[in-house]
């Protein structure tokens, strides 16, 4: 098993997962350690996945070793195994009613772990691609953009020609955000170059910590992915309240599939909250300063 279902902050969605951090240890086999080459000082600080597995399914943990592993040691039979279990754990969604509004099955990629080589990238182009038409709809977050400390990762792992490895990467990884059923966000946080600055880069939805460096942004209401599907369908920049030091005070409708105008309506009304909220965030963070 290498897909996974639901977790408490996406929601019942499928997900695939990998091993978190920047890779360790010399070659392939430093993917097994860690799958994020462009992972930035605030991710080595404050990654999510060091604090809890990604899914309350202790399998889950299993399933990424087994999706590393696969994906390294075998591509073809990674994506054939990907197919399949999508459409089988598809059918389980579609059956309990768990699907998005017009019918299709969210998939997150890389609740933990990113696209940490183009061939692997190029194996999620060719998935994508073979379901196409079969309303799955795909999306995530990655710093695998940021070239220079790919090539720099790729480099101290001892992988050759880093420099062209890391541009590759991006190039797929631009192919793979126009497709259709995907959403892809260039993940950036204050340690990373600001992405707007990048021709490459513009069009590029951004999801930052605290901040985005595009101007306009929404805080995540940090309600189940599937219930507010801002980020599924890709509807604009988003940014994450730093998560070690955060108290949620927002209500959460949990039960409540929201239309895009009923999000629209609940994100109004909550605004003030996540006001006060944020500046709850900012004063902690000023007293409590290491
Ligand atoms: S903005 Fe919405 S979809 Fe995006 S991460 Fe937050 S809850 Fe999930």
Request: hydrophobic share 35%.
């Amino acid at each position: 098993m290498l897909v996974v279902i639901g977790n408490t902050k996406i929601g019942k969605a499928l997900h695939v997962n990998l091993p978190l951090g920047a890779p360790r240890g010399l070659g392939f086999e430093a993917f097994k350690s860690g799958t994020c080459p462009g992972a930035s000082l605030w991710c080595l600080e404050n990654c999510y996945g060091i604090d809890r597995p990604p899914s309350e399914d202790p399998e889950s943990i299993g399933a990424l070793m087994r999706a590393i592993e696969l994906s390294l040691g075998d591509l073809k039979a990674f994506k054939e195994t990907i197919v399949g279990e999508l459409l089988d754990k598809a059918r389980f969604l579609e059956a309990s009613g768990d699907t998005l509004e017009d019918g299709s099955v969210p998939v997150r990629l890389h609740v933990i772990g990113d696209f940490y080589h183009p061939d692997y990238a190029r194996a999620w182009l060719d998935i994508v691609d073979e379901l196409k038409g079969l309303k799955f709809k795909f999306w995530t977050y990655t710093k695998s953009w940021w070239t220079e400390k790919v090539a720099e990762t790729y480099a101290r792992i001892g992988l050759k020609n880093p420099q062209a490895l890391a541009e590759e990467l991006l190039s797929t990884l631009q192919e793979l955000r126009r497709r259709e059923n995907f959403t892809l966000y260039a993940s950036t946080d204050k340690t990373m170059p600001d992405i707007t600055e990048r021709p490459e880069m513009r069009s590029w939805l951004e999801a930052g910590i605290e901040f985005t460096y595009n101007k306009k942004s929404i805080t995540c209401p940090e309600i189940p992915c599937v219930v507010c599907k801002y980020c599924i369908y890709g509807r604009g920049h988003v940014k994450f309240l730093e998560r070690r030091s955060k108290v949620r005070l927002i209500p959460k409708p949990w039960k409540t599939p929201l239309s895009s105008k009923a999000w629209k309506e609940f994100m109004r009304a909550e605004k003030d909250e996540i006001e006060k909220y944020l500046e709850f965030i900012r004063n902690f963070q000023k007293t409590n300063k290491p």
